[in-house]
């Protein structure tokens, strides 16, 4: 803001220059307004491409592909701005996938929040509720505590009855005397009726096998009124409808993280049990091909005259694009479709080129895939790729004194953790002229790793 003082400064310099070389006052201010106009002027030029939104319409399409994610009549939960607005420009503006009730998990903690979930949206039914309003009105169950009295499960339905009840001794004093709601356990069940979620198609016959008798959950330290109405939906819903979380690992899950099937960028509740450390949810290859191959579109983000600002990028990285269609190639390829598996890494490929989505770490994973698939030629293209950006990157950053390269360690270490990768993976699959020149120059600079 001070510097704009010397620009003024600078235009009462200007305006006197003008004066004493032209004779005539017209000729001062023509010249003065056409330097403030060259100004805005050479501002829009150098500046336009980076805020020109014309022919993006990626925003769009990923809410379109959350709805598209979910069978008809679902429940989606969400968690933020990010995957609840869009999703409801899709629905309200464009009539996208109406049937699907958006349920945000944050605005799920207000009254009014509940009051409209307890009612008909479109085409969507109103969600399987059973509080009455006083019992969440404002300032009401607000926070359940957990105050684990029974090392023991019970059934989700048997501690929603205890916490809607108002006799005291369902409450917890505090040192103040105030009565506070609890619960006694901190893990409850759902059943399961086998026969049903086959019938309403939550499991495919094939996998009939796999169905749990009851779900697990596990609760923290405290239900938040949105967790309450959550288990409450769950518990209740009697697996009629089908439910979706765009996300796990938050505390709106449950902990039923483990019961989960990816079937684009959603999650659906199932009643088999798959433990992961790392990805969550089991993979049903036939649905997320469909979805990922077919259904889905992501507007444009490809083409070179789209413009994907941070914005953009972040989100793609939170839906962890480039991983989840590696991930389905990697279930194809253990199933034995080599043809679709190829056909999936290359379409993210060609859906994330460099140019748009810059090359990141996630990349050895896709050039794993293609070596798995004897797709040599695609693998090499693709790791000579990586291997060169990640060269210029530490070109860069070793060039730096230490204190600066300190400062980007992180960067760093990616980095030549990717050409690791990528020489290891050459080197196993045959590809010595592609090892030798990234294990090489790892060996090279290994002596200004040191930060």
């Given at each position: ?11 009462l ?6 004066g ?62 990010n ?49 009455d ?12 505590f ?13 501690i ?35 026969s ?39 518990a ?117 080129p ?45 060039s ?5 390269r ?31 020149k ?10 200004k790793?040191?930060?």
């Open positions: 803001y001070a510097f704009a003082m010397w620009i003024g400064l600078g235009v310099g200007i305006i006197e220059l003008a004493k070389t032209f004779k005539n006052k017209g000729g001062s201010i023509a010249v003065t307004a056409l330097l403030l106009l060259l100004v805005p002027g050479i501002m829009a030029k150098e500046n336009w491409d980076d805020h020109d939104r014309s022919g993006r319409y990626t925003a769009r399409d990923i809410a379109r592909n959350y709805l598209m994610s979910c069978e008809p009549n679902a429940i989606l939960f969400t968690n933020g701005d995957d609840t607005f869009p999703l409801w420009y899709a629905q309200e503006v464009e009539g996208i996938r109406t049937d699907v009730r958006i349920v945000n998990l944050m605005l799920l903690n207000m009254d009014w929040y509940v009051d409209q979930m307890k009612m008909k949206a479109y085409e969507s039914e109103p969600l399987p509720i059973t509080f309003h006083v019992q969440y009105a404002d300032g009401t169950r607000d926070v359940v957990v105050h684990e009295r029974y090392n023991k499960s019970f059934p989700a339905k048997q929603l009855d205890f916490i809607k009840s108002d006799n005291q001794s369902t409450k917890v004093p505090t040192q103040t005397g105030r009565m506070y709601d609890y619960v006694p356990t901190r893990t409850f069940t759902i059943p399961v009726d086998s049903k979620v086959l019938e309403e198609g939550v499991v495919k016959p094939e996998n009939a096998q796999l169905i749990e008798n009851q779900l697990q959950g596990r609760f923290g330290n405290r239900l938040t009124k949105s967790d309450m109405i959550v288990l409450d939906i769950i209740n819903n009697n697996w009629e409808r089908p439910i979706y979380f765009v996300a796990y690992g938050h505390s709106g899950m449950l902990g039923l993280d483990d019961y989960l099937q990816l079937e684009g960028l959603a999650y659906r509740l199932v009643p088999i049990k798959t433990p992961s450390r790392f990805d969550k949810g089991r993979i049903d290859t036939e649905i997320l091909y469909e979805n990922y191959m077919n259904t889905f579109t992501w507007g444009r983000m490809n083409e070179p005259d789209v413009y994907l600002d941070h914005f953009h990028l972040r989100t793609l990285n939170v839906i962890r694009l480039r991983p989840r269609y590696t991930r389905l190639a990697n279930a194809l390829i253990a199933e034995n479709e080599y043809e679709k598996a190829e056909n999936v890494l290359d379409y993210i490929v060609d859906l994330t460099h140019e748009q989505v810059p090359y990141d770490f996630f990349i050895p994973g896709i050039v794993e895939s293609y070596y798995n698939i004897n797709k040599i030629d695609k693998a090499n293209e693709l790791a000579s790729k990586m291997m060169d950006i990640s060269i210029a990157h530490l070109d860069y950053y070793l730096m004194n230490r204190k600066a300190s400062a980007n360690q992180q960067d760093i270490l990616i980095q030549f953790q990717v050409l690791s990768n990528i020489g290891q993976m050459a080197r196993q699959n045959n590809q010595v002229e592609l090892a030798d990234a294990l090489n120059y790892i060996n090279e600079h290994q002596d790793m040191m930060f």
